[in-house]
Nanobody, 117 residues
């Protein structure tokens, strides 16, 4: 299983970006897909997740600003990020939770998001 993350970049505060996470196979094979972020030396944070049943959750820090969605036909999960703040600057990783283990077992490469003030 491979996950390909894309869509990061440099944006001014208040701007928007959309991240994409495309799986090599069907995303329906996963229990959930989530977007995480991790600043070097700090604990990884689960930003948003969407289960194959459609349940969605967000970290408090991004509620009402970020929206996670999926396109099963394209095997892709998106993270629409609006009203970006400098505190959102980070490397964002998509990961898929295995049905068997219930753990995020499959990780894509990170995509850098930089928000300037």
């Amino acid at each position: 299983v491979q996950l390909q993350a894309s869509g990061g970049g440099l944006v001014q505060a208040g701007g928007s970006l959309r991240l994409s996470c495309t799986a090599s196979g069907s995303i329906r094979n996963f229990y959930a897909v989530g977007w995480h972020r991790q600043v070097a030396g700090q604990q990884r944070e689960l930003v948003a997740s969407i289960s194959r049943a459609g349940r969605i959750s967000y970290a408090d820090s991004v509620k009402d600003r970020f929206t996670i969605s999926r396109d099963n036909a394209r095997n892709t999960v998106y993270l629409q990020m609006n009203s970006l703040q400098p505190a959102d600057t980070d490397v964002y990783y998509c990961a898929a939770k295995s049905i068997a283990s219930g753990e995020y077992s499959y990780w894509g490469q990170g995509t850098q998001v930089t928000v300037s003030s």
